[in-house]
């Protein structure tokens, strides 16, 4: 019950969506979100990712194609799936969240500048915005650079 009021009318934003488990499950437990975003950055990724949505989210309706957009008949929710690379995600792209989720995002020391600069920018342009991330710590240096950029940035964090 109480989960269900923390995405209640939020734009949910979920980075690295992969296959889109996650944020299936989400709306279909959770039927009060506004907007479900499921951002990945791979072609083949998306590809995958669009269709395992189209086929899990029966009873919505196709509003776009491409990038794919749904909406649901009954709640009115929005799901979409976009291109997100946090590489060049910076000030000027469009997207809003209230809330940002991830699971098993923090595994490549390369993108961990890049992602912790994309929750930064997601979390400080929207009023109370907050980031749940799931993660295995596959290797402690990675975890530790992790955090450390987390505080570099200002955020706090967590565990």
Not at 15 to 26: R, V
Not at 70 to 95: I, P
Not at 121 to 143: D, P, Q, S, Y
Request: charged fraction near 25%.
């Amino acid at each position: 019950q109480d989960r269900a009021r923390l995405v209640e009318g939020s734009r949910v934003v979920e980075l690295g969506a992969g296959s889109g488990i996650s944020g299936i499950f989400a709306l279909k437990r959770w039927r009060g979100i506004k907007e479900y975003s499921f951002t990945d950055c791979h072609g083949k990724v998306l590809h995958n990712l669009g269709h395992n949505v189209e086929r899990n989210c029966v009873g919505w309706s196709v509003v776009r194609e491409e990038p794919l957009e749904m909406v649901s008949e009954d709640s009115g929710t929005v799901a979409r799936v976009m291109e997100l690379n946090w590489e060049e995600f910076d000030e000027d792209t469009k997207l809003e969240a209230d809330i940002i989720l991830g699971a098993d995002i923090v595994f490549d020391p390369r993108l961990l500048p890049s992602l912790v600069k994309t929750l930064a920018i997601l979390i400080r342009r929207g009023a109370g915005c907050e980031a749940f991330l799931v993660c295995c710590v596959r290797n402690e240096e990675t975890w530790q650079m992790f955090l450390g950029l987390l505080g570099q940035t200002g955020l706090s964090v967590n565990t």
